[in-house]
């Protein structure tokens, strides 16, 4: 009986040293395709004796199914091969830069800004925008800023014309505001404002954020309690509030804020310059005044208002030392406000 | 506002130290600005006796010994000053002792010989002759005999004492004086008040010849003047020259000394007349008229206004009101005469005067705050008080009060202790709050909770309950508020508007797509538009002035945002950064006439400037198309003209038919006239847009609706025409889409130039999308494209390559 071994031995030599696919191929087709050595042998089935032909048959076949699993497993090796050679091929140096250009950033002022808006907006503050350039009336004289009164010196106004001027603070939007709605009134008026002052702190243009609340039984310890929510959320959970006696024509009575240092916890340090506190905004209750200006009864309504300067909550939060660097937009600056 | 601690203790027995003081100042409201110790940085200085002197023969210097009791009965010291004789008692400033400056005094060797110490000029301890006389003299200071040896320097020359730099707000223009903060710490220490001496005698002598009068009550409502006599000029006395000199007046003659004086105690600003000078011993106050001249004290001639308030004799003016007196009746050593002079001018006439004349005083700086008409009688008592005491002059019989009748006495209100608590949120108890008013010298009657308040007459900015408010919370302590979180207020609704959120969705678009936002100031010059090129007649040219700028740099409203980009660009450049992408949506400031008679247009916009290698119109017009596409809008592009864009790159920008700005490349001459190194000018690539951002806002559409698709076949088919190089890609998109109403969507996919197509010809490959009601059969498709084919043959001469 024929045990094909030459044949098999053949095979498994010419197989041994097949290394790609196009010589699997080759192989294949030299052996196991139609016209191959394999189906040669079954040609040799004619010289064959009748009864032998069934062993030899199935011999065949025998040598054929163990080709064929050889060819598989020969297969998936060449496979494996090939795909980790292009693996390897295609390998690249992943720390190359991947973008010609990395997405740039808002202004360190819109991000605090959006950040004290998000915050307010939260409690249920709308946030209006008004103009810039605005008239005596709503800037000075309806808040309670007359004419003669010397309140009128503690900001250095831009005039356009006798009665048109560059808004130097958002209160007039307290003014546009009840004008136009009547209590409750929660509003946010962020915007620019401008004073004829040009040093490290101060900028002839610069962003100032107006609130007021104006609705029933409303006091001085909301004013605190609201803002001591802000102040939270702006500086860390810890931070504290300090009211002290201020100034403002618009508010009876006026205070300034102060927030415990965030820098220091109230130790004391170069930031808050050994005080432990540190000035962030100025407010009060609404002048009666100015309630009964806006045709608001404040025997029944009662109000509170604050202003914000963003550009020192911006350069406090950010370590900025010098105003004049939000207005230079250099890019090295620019860059370093990823949010 | 300058406060010497020790004329506090004058009113008041403060039982805390200075800087306790300070401290509950502040929680009162007044901010110490800046506290001065006055013997800071003086140590082991004290007062020394000469015992012996002898010159160091060879050198400039003298050889003392010095006893400094405690400190050394024999201090070899020595000096190179030649006023020291022997028995001088002299500040002597021991081995180990500190001077101003950091000085540090340590045995050293003078020109072979060891000394051991220094003997102190005036200047060395920051005392003058006003604080003591010989302080000036250029040498040691030579104390009085008086001194005791031994004694410590500061106690010697009072410097061991303090000034308080005050800032007061403008509510408080009582405080503005050592008696107004001394009210204010009586009350929070809850001590009395030593009110200055008011007292004074007049004599039985007239003047009668002397008159008052005053035409412009409406900026002068009260005028008091005296008349004082036999008037002596000599030095005040030490005490009171120290007091001036702490606070910044140089000592001059006693009646004079007398006026500043009162100013800073008082706070109420005086002047003295030598009424030899008066022509016809009158007094007029009346506006001076336009052109009128006045030479002021300080030598220099001022031309004056209607809007001017003068004090004039019979012929001519004497004094600016309330600003400076006038050189010509000034006090000099034979006046013997002197009209006192004590009024309230209006603050806002002194404030307008003293601005236009560029002239600040301290008597303009009170009375531009306000003064009171309590504190005009106030003023004159104690200078008369003073003029009589220190036996400078004779105080006559005839005294002037002219009054436009404005002051009505103390104001009077009630209120209710529950009104108080209601602004302040919390329960002071009346109790409380009764004491607090009394202690601020308000009257109080209590009726039940109700209250009948009489205010102090120097106290006019208090007139209603929320002013009663302040005072009480001010002196109760704000560290009794309770916060609360708006328990009482409705809720409400809060949070962005609709534009708001686009507005900040358009900047978050801007950063994805690598554009930094900027912020520039509103404000530049004329300098800016030309530098655009701008024509004369551009309406951008009509931008509204400042009346008055900080600089001319900014002197008007921006009318276009691209001169702030160009800057920006610009600026970054100077820093070596090669490239750069900025974005800006603020206002441009559109008068609708000039000059401004209403608000103008405030039109918000948003500017775009790219530079750098990599840059191209086509990344920038990407961007654009990308911003219109995140907000749901087309934007249709066409050349354009614009004054600062190359003429060949630069589009008009249109939306639904509006053109809302443009985009290009900067121009060259534009960029040759940049503030940068000629060297980065070559080949630089500036790009800029400026859209109308306010059209946009809009156009933006508020609501979005899913449309399905129905469903039928499309078709897509590719054209390629050789057409005339000038031929705009948007003039073929625009006759295909007006050839085949199924033709929805037209791009364009190639485009080359070759000799082989012909000269000035280019070739341009578009894809068309063709959908519609029915299915886009085969066809259609191709009779679609023929007939498109057939039409941008007929209009722009194209021919399609086969």
Redesign the interface.
């Known amino acids: 009986m024929k045990d094909f071994s030459d044949i098999k031995s053949q095979v498994k030599q010419v197989l041994e040293e097949v290394k790609d696919g196009v010589q699997l191929s080759d192989f294949w087709q030299k052996y196991l395709g139609k016209t191959g050595v394999i189906s040669g042998l079954m040609k040799e089935m004619k010289s064959v004796p009748p009864e032998e032909k069934p062993t030899f048959g199935k011999a065949v076949n025998e040598v054929r199914v163990w080709a064929q699993e050889l060819y598989n497993s020969k297969q998936s090796e060449i496979k494996e091969f090939e795909l980790k050679k292009r693996y390897e091929r295609e390998a690249v140096d992943v720390t190359m830069p991947a973008l010609?250009?990395?997405?740039?950033?808002?202004?360190p002022?819109?991000l605090i800004t959006?950040q004290m808006?998000s915050v307010?907006?939260?409690?249920?503050?709308?946030?209006l925008?008004y103009?810039?350039?605005?008239?005596d009336d709503h800037n000075f004289t309806r808040l309670n800023v007359l004419?003669?009164?010397?309140?009128r010196?503690?900001q250095d106004t831009?005039?356009?014309?006798e009665d048109?001027l560059?808004r130097t603070h958002t209160s007039p939007g307290q003014i546009r505001t009840m004008d136009a709605e009547k209590p409750?009134?929660?509003v946010l008026v962020p915007g620019?404002v401008?004073r004829?002052?040009?040093d490290a702190t101060h900028?002839?243009?610069f962003m100032q954020m107006e609130g007021l609340?104006v609705?029933?039984?409303?006091?001085?310890?909301?004013l605190?309690?609201?803002l001591?929510?802000f102040v939270q959320q702006m500086f860390g959970s810890g931070t504290k509030?300090?009211?002290?006696?201020?100034?403002f024509?618009f508010t009876?009575?006026?205070?300034e804020v102060d927030v415990s240092c965030f820098e220091c916890g109230g130790k004391g340090c170069s930031l808050c310059k050994g005080t432990g506190w540190i000035e962030v905004l100025g407010g009060g209750?609404v002048?009666?005044k100015v309630l009964e200006n806006c045709n608001i009864d404040p025997e029944v309504y009662?109000g509170l208002a604050f202003g914000i300067g963003v550009e020192r909550i911006t350069m406090l939060k950010y370590g900025i030392p010098n105003m004049g660097m939000?207005?230079?937009?250099?890019?090295?600056f620019?860059?370093q406000f990823k949010a | 506002m300058k406060i010497l601690y020790s004329w506090l203790k004058d009113y008041v027995d403060i039982d805390c130290k200075p800087l306790e003081l300070v401290d509950k100042l502040?929680?009162?409201?007044f901010e110490v600005e800046e506290t001065i110790y006055l013997g800071q940085d003086i140590e082991k200085v004290v007062v020394g006796e000469v015992t012996s002197i002898e010159k160091y023969e060879g050198t400039h210097l003298y050889i003392c010994h010095v006893d400094c009791g405690e400190f050394g009965a024999d201090n070899l010291i020595l000096t190179g000053a030649d006023n020291v004789f022997k028995g001088a008692k002299v500040p002597a400033a021991v081995v180990g002792a500190k001077l101003p400056g950091g000085i540090e005094i340590a045995p050293r060797k003078m020109a072979g010989m060891m000394s051991y110490g220094m003997l102190c000029s005036g200047e060395e301890l920051g005392v003058n002759d006003d604080w003591i006389k010989g302080a000036d003299v250029h040498g040691i200071l030579i104390l009085p005999d008086s001194a005791k040896v031994g004694e410590d320097i500061k106690k010697t020359l009072d410097l061991d004492d303090y000034v308080f730099d005050i800032s007061i707000?403008?509510?408080?223009?009582d405080c503005q004086s050592v008696l107004g903060i001394a009210r204010e710490v009586a009350a929070f220490l809850g001590k009395p008040l030593k009110e200055p001496d008011y007292c004074f005698t007049r004599t039985e002598v007239t003047k009668p010849e002397i008159s008052v009068t005053v035409d412009a009550l409406d900026l002068c409502p009260r005028y008091l003047g005296d008349y004082i006599y036999e008037v002596k000029h000599f030095e005040s006395p030490q005490w009171m020259k120290r007091r001036l000199s702490v606070c910044g007046f140089s000592a001059i003659d006693a009646i004079v000394d007398v006026t500043n004086y009162v100013l800073l105690e008082i706070g109420q600003p005086m002047h003295a007349y030598d009424l030899d000078t008066l022509d016809g011993k009158s007094i007029l106050v009346r506006r001076a008229n336009d052109g009128e001249t006045i030479i002021t004290l300080d030598e220099k001639e001022r031309k004056l206004t209607r809007d001017n308030l003068l004090i004039c004799d019979k012929v001519k003016g004497v004094g600016l009101a309330g600003i400076m007196g006038g050189l010509n009746s000034e006090i000099e050593v034979k006046t013997s005469e002197i009209l006192l002079e004590a009024a309230k001018f209006?603050?806002?006439n002194v404030?307008k005067t003293s601005r236009a004349l560029g002239l600040h005083t301290d008597a303009a700086a009170r009375f531009?705050?306000?003064v009171d008409e309590y504190g005009v009688e106030c003023g004159m008592k104690r200078a008369l008080n003073l003029v009589e005491k220190l036996g400078i002059a004779k105080i006559g019989n005839s005294s002037f009060d002219v009054t436009a009748g404005e002051d009505k006495g103390e104001a009077k209100f009630d209120v209710t202790v529950t009104k108080i608590n209601?602004?302040?949120?919390?329960d002071v108890p009346q109790s409380d709050i009764v004491r607090i008013l009394k202690a601020l010298q308000f009257g109080v009657e209590e009726n039940g909770e109700m209250l009948s308040v009489t205010v102090p007459r120097w106290r006019t900015d208090v007139e209603?309950y929320?002013?009663i408010?302040?005072e009480v919370?001010?002196e109760y302590g704000?560290?009794h508020?309770?916060?609360?979180?708006?328990?009482?207020?409705?809720?409400?609704?809060?949070?962005?508007?609709f534009l708001?959120n686009k507005e900040?969705s358009a900047?978050?678009y801007?950063?994805?797509?690598?554009?930094?936002?900027?912020?520039?100031?509103?404000?530049y010059s004329e300098r800016e538009l030309d530098m655009i090129l701008l024509p004369k007649d551009a309406p951008e040219r009509t931008a509204?002035?400042?009346?008055?700028?900080?600089t001319d740099n900014?002197s008007i409203?921006r009318t276009v945002m691209s001169p702030c980009m160009i800057n920006?660009i610009a600026?970054?450049i100077k820093?070596d950064?090669s490239a750069?992408?900025?974005f800006e949506i603020?206002?441009v400031?559109l008068p609708k006439s000039l000059?401004?008679?209403?608000?103008?247009e405030?039109r918000k916009t948003l500017c775009i400037g790219v530079y750098g290698a990599?840059e191209s119109f086509f990344t920038l017009k990407e961007t654009i198309e990308g911003f219109a596409a995140t907000n749901g809008l087309t934007f249709r592009f066409e050349r354009g003209e614009c004054s600062y864009l190359h003429p060949g790159i630069c589009a008009d920008v249109i939306c639904e038919g509006r053109k809302i700005g443009q985009l290009g490349k900067l121009r060259y001459e534009i960029v040759n006239e940049l503030n940068i190194a000629e060297g980065k000018k070559s080949d630089l690539n500036i790009f800029l847009a400026e859209l109308d951002y306010s059209v946009l806002e809009s156009l933006y559409k508020r609501e979005m609706k899913f449309t399905a698709d129905n469903g039928k076949v499309k078709a897509k088919r590719d054209i390629s025409l050789i057409c005339d190089k000038k031929t705009l890609c948007v003039e073929i998109e625009d006759v295909i889409k007006a050839a085949s109403e199924k033709a929805v969507d037209v791009k364009l996919i190639d485009s080359f130039e070759s000799e082989k197509l012909g000269l000035g010809k280019k070739s341009l490959t578009f894809t068309i999308t063709y959908a519609g009601a029915e299915d886009i059969t085969d066809e259609i498709a191709d009779s679609e494209t023929e007939n498109a084919a057939n039409a941008l043959n007929d209009k722009l001469g194209a021919v399609r390559r086969v």
Not at chain 2, 544 to 550: A, T
């Open positions: 010609k250009r990395a997405p740039a950033n808002l202004h002022i819109t959006q808006i307010f907006a939260g409690m249920g503050f709308e946030v925008e103009p810039e350039i605005e008239d004419k003669d009164h010397p309140s010196d503690m831009f005039w356009l014309t048109l560059l409750p009134i929660k620019k401008f004829s002052d040009s900028s002839p243009m609340v609705d029933k039984g409303i006091t001085l310890c909301d605190q309690g609201m001591d929510r509030t300090r009211l002290r006696p201020s100034y024509p009876e009575p006026s205070v209750v002048n009666k009662s939000f207005f230079a937009n250099d890019l090295d620019l860059k | 502040f929680g009162a409201g707000t403008a509510n408080r223009p209006r603050r806002d404030r531009e705050k306000g209601s602004v302040l949120g919390i209603n929320q002013d408010a302040e919370i001010r704000y560290d508020v309770v916060p609360r979180f708006l328990d009482s207020a409705k809720v409400t609704n809060g949070g962005l508007s708001q900040l900047k978050k801007l950063c994805s797509q690598g554009f930094y936002e900027v912020r520039t100031l509103a404000m509204i002035r400042l009346l008055n700028p900080i900014l409203m920006v600026d970054n820093t950064h750069g992408r900025f603020a206002n400031y000059p401004l008679t209403e608000q103008p405030e990599d």
